[in-house]
């Protein structure tokens, strides 16, 4: 329970910070200008990071044993996020970004974090002078390689979050608390960022955010193999960080060959030449997503292969996506595609810009949670609406009321949400869609894990429960339909989320407690689709559902005895 915890609250509390931050980042200068190699025309707050490394940080605090691995990625992630603000309020040339990554990295070294084993070269440690500077070079390349990448609306946060999936898998595996905590902590906090970062983005990474998910990446790659599952090929970082150290490889030797600076800005990055190839922004980051998703696939496939098999895996699946990115460019497949998927839908483009979809109705809003509105003024829609919220209101007073138990750590949970809820609606009225929808998101979590023995234990139940269920899903494919300005259109963040739904099916049952985990997802989607059409079509009407969700976190908060 401590895992789905630190999953929660790294959702939670990045939400929750993300807006306030927003609303301040023009006074604290956190601001990002558009620029000749940016894709956004208005300054966009860059506040996202900060979000997010609280959200990771305060469960590491919480429920993790402070030894010296843990102090020591703790304090080397402070530091890296306090001198990485500082680069987004002023820009620091690369030299000082070094120096200041530098005493991170010593931190980290200094707790024991240290790539002892190295491919192709046996079972033994390697010297310590070579082992150090490995070190040194991994860490502060994949740190900077981050801060490369992101530069399209989801890119970084979302190949992060595939990457940390695999990790938290991995070190599941051998009961590794420390590294898996950690995962599911900053999956929880790139999950709840994405809500404001899907395309066109209302909230970026900044340097605070890309720095400190690289040097927290490149941390957990190195406790995975070395303290928490020693039995794996230490080549594997390679495929489960992936398309951020072949994006970093490749502009390295781009500018190199056309002698200039290796450091130098340009737009020659991956994500630039698919763009340049014709394809649009989100069809940009969703090809880069399947092939991060292809590179991490192949790390969970190969984890004790030889270091022969896994180094040259990377190298193979690599030369095949610039093989096809080049050609790409040539032959422009990209404006071919593009042209032909927008005169397939043309009719539903009129409609809407940003499009429907789980992630993407958030960021047609802004920040602080005022939401986007849709048109409701039809009958049919008002009617789907209602079925839909209705059922969501049943299901979650019911899993609250008749559930499984709920522990004090969720209780206390359920009673913040609950009380920001409260608060939001009587003196933040603007943001009362972002609290709903945070309510939302934690209560149906928490119901769903409760449901499920009732289920389990009571095969009528599980049947009523799968009808209702699906009466929701149904209600919501339709309502989606209905709702000609808020069209339906698939974003790369419902991409990521078919991942994790097509991993589901491969995973051991030990990863989801013995619980099945074929209602668990399946019910996850489907709440938080339905959650995602109310809140986008109901324009602050949803009364009903925010009713049933203050309520259903009140119960759950008597229940695991918190009073």
């Known amino acids: 329970m401590t895992l789905i915890l630190g999953l929660i609250a790294g ?5 929750v910070l993300i807006p306030p931050l927003a609303k301040v980042a023009g006074i604290l200068g956190l601001e990002d200008p558009p620029g000749e190699r940016k894709v956004h025309k208005v300054p966009i707050p860059r506040v996202g990071g900060i979000g997010i490394a609280l959200g990771v940080l305060l469960p590491v605090m919480m429920w993790l044993p402070l030894t010296g691995e843990v102090l020591g990625y703790a304090l080397g992630a402070v530091w890296i996020l306090v001198f990485a603000v500082v680069d987004d309020i002023k820009p620091l040339s690369y030299r000082w970004k070094f120096i200041a990554q530098v005493p991170a990295v010593a931190i980290a070294m200094q707790s024991g974090i240290v790539l002892q084993h190295l491919p192709f070269m046996g079972l033994d440690p390697a010297p310590t002078w070579l082992a150090y500077s490995i070190t040194v070079l991994f ?16 890119l970084a946060g979302g190949c992060v979050l595939l990457s940390l999936g695999a990790i938290g898998y991995l070190a599941f595996e051998v009961d590794g608390l420390v590294v898996t905590l950690i995962s599911l902590a900053m999956m929880g906090g790139i999950l709840g960022f994405l809500n404001f970062n899907t395309h066109p983005a209302q909230v970026f990474l900044g340097d605070a955010g890309s720095q400190f998910l690289g040097f927290s990446l490149a941390v957990l790659a190195i406790l995975l193999i070395e303290t928490t599952h020693t039995a ?53 980051v969703s090809v880069i997503y399947i092939f991060q998703a292809i590179l991490v696939g192949s790390a969970l496939l190969l984890p004790y292969q030889s270091d022969l098999t896994v180094v040259g895996t990377f190298i193979v699946e690599c030369a095949i996506f610039m093989a096809l990115v080049r050609l790409a460019l040539h032959y422009t497949w990209g404006r071919m595609l593009t042209r032909g998927m927008a005169s397939s839908r043309r009719k539903d483009a009129l409609a809407t810009e940003g499009g429907f979809g789980l992630g993407s109705s958030l960021a047609a809003g ?20 209602q079925i839909v919220e209705v059922g969501f209101a049943v299901f979650l007073l019911f899993g ?12 206390l949970i359920a009673i913040c949400v609950a009380g920001l809820m409260l608060f939001a609606a009587l003196f933040l009225r603007a943001s009362t869609y972002l609290f709903t929808r945070v309510g939302v998101y934690v209560a149906s979590l928490l119901v769903i894990v409760a449901v499920v023995p009732l289920t389990t234990h009571n095969p009528s139940f599980h049947w009523l429960v799968q009808i209702w269920l699906g009466v929701v899903a149904v209600a919501t494919l339709i309502g989606i339909r209905a709702v000609r300005r808020a069209t339906f259109q698939v974003t790369p963040q419902d991409l990521l989320l078919g991942f994790f739904a097509l991993a589901v099916p491969i995973l ?56």
Do not use: W
């Open 366 to 385: 802004a920040p602080d949670g005022s939401g986007p509105a849709a048109d409701t003024a039809s009958p049919k829609v008002q009617l789907i609406s």
């Open 139 to 154: 860490i502060l390349g994949i740190t900077n390689a981050i801060n490369l990448f992101d530069g399209l609306d989801g």
């Open 508 to 563: 051991p049952k030990e990863v989801f407690a013995g619980l099945p985990a074929g209602f668990l997802v399946i019910s996850a989607v489907i709440l938080f689709y339905a959650c995602e059409y109310l809140i986008s079509v109901a324009n602050h009407r949803y009364i009903l559902l925010r009713i049933a969700t203050f309520t259903a976190l009140l119960v759950i908060g008597v229940r695991g005895g918190l009073f």
């Open 232 to 284: 794996l090929n230490p080549g594997l970082p390679l495929l489960l960080l992936g398309l951020p150290i072949l994006d970093t490889l490749v502009v390295i030797f781009l500018r190199l060959s056309q002698r200039r600076s290796p450091f130098a800005a340009d737009r020659q990055h991956i994500h630039h030449q698919l763009l340049d190839c014709g394809l649009s922004h989100s069809m940009a």
């Open 11 to 15: 959702i939670f509390v990045t939400m």
């Open 400 to 411: 609250a009321l008749f559930g499984g138990k709920f522990d004090q750590d969720i209780s």
